[in-house]
T-cell receptor, first 116, second 109 residues
Framework: DVKVTQSSRYLVKRTGEKVFLECVQD?????MFWYRQDPGLGLRLIYF???????EKGDIPEGYSVSREKKERFSLILESASTNQTSMYLC???????????????FGPGTRLTVL | QQPVQSPQAVILREGEDAVINCSSS?????VHWYRQKHGEAPVFLMI?????EQKGHEKISASFNEKKQQSSLYLTASQLSYSGTYFC??????????FGSGTKLNVKP
């Protein structure tokens, strides 16, 4: 059974704290993604990674950084948490299909982060 | 660059049909469709890679028109289990995804 796991389902942090969200996949996928989901806005891409130590910015990278030291693990870091980063954070992974297209994305259960 | 989905919400009776549209201002390489039930993660439904190609998944099918930069999801003879929020996700390069804002579908008995 394929799996993407996230380190926490719920997290409460204070403004200014450094926050780490961890994501692990067991499918040997090349691609990993971090999204945030807010009501009415769908899923917005923060960062993605197509290989170990490789990363690209998504639509809303400001205030976030990422780390991928091992193929199965992709971490999202909030350098100094702010209240406007209160959101649901979803991690996903996908393999590469023929011709280089990304295959289906498998999502983790999400982390609901509240910044007070 | 976020694709535009329409309608934003749909209410159906069991057995009725629905169409959800997704359009982009950018040239597209592929389209994914996902469904998310309340409190759960999105789940993949299908992927379309070629213009005009229709793919099917039981009573759910989709089309992708590269020229019009549009995709449509067709739900036939809807069931209660179809309720949820549907998202299209478009790529204009191979790995960067842009999700639509979602279409909330509510199927009633």
């Amino acid at each position: 059974d394929v799996k993407v796991t996230q380190s926490s389902r719920y997290l409460v942090k204070r403004t200014g704290e450094k926050v780490f969200l961890e994501c692990v996949q067991d499918m040997d996928h090349e691609n990993m993604f971090w999204y945030r989901q807010d009501p009415g806005l769908g899923l917005r891409l923060i960062y993605f990674s197509y290989d170990v130590k490789m990363k690209e910015k998504g639509d809303i990278p400001e205030g976030y950084s990422v780390s991928r030291e091992k193929k199965e693990r992709f971490s999202l870091i909030l350098e100094s948490a702010s209240t406007n980063q209160t959101s649901m954070y979803l991690c996903a992974s996908s393999s590469l299909r023929d011709r280089g297209f990304s295959g289906e994305q498998f999502f983790g259960p999400g982390t609901r982060l509240t910044v007070l | 660059q976020q694709p535009v989905q329409s309608p934003q919400a749909v209410i159906l009776r069991e057995g009725e049909d629905a169409v959800i549209n997704c359009s982009s201002s950018k040239a597209l390489y592929s389209v994914h469709w996902y469904r998310q039930k309340h409190g759960e993660a999105p789940v993949f439904l299908m992927i379309l890679l070629k213009g005009g190609e229709q793919k099917g998944h039981e009573k759910i099918s989709a089309s992708f028109n590269e020229k019009k930069q549009q995709s449509s999801l067709y739900l036939t003879a809807s069931q209660l289990s179809y309720s949820g929020t549907y998202f299209c996700a478009l790529t204009n390069n191979f790995n960067k995804f842009y999700f639509g804002s979602g279409t909330k579908l509510n199927v009633k008995p």
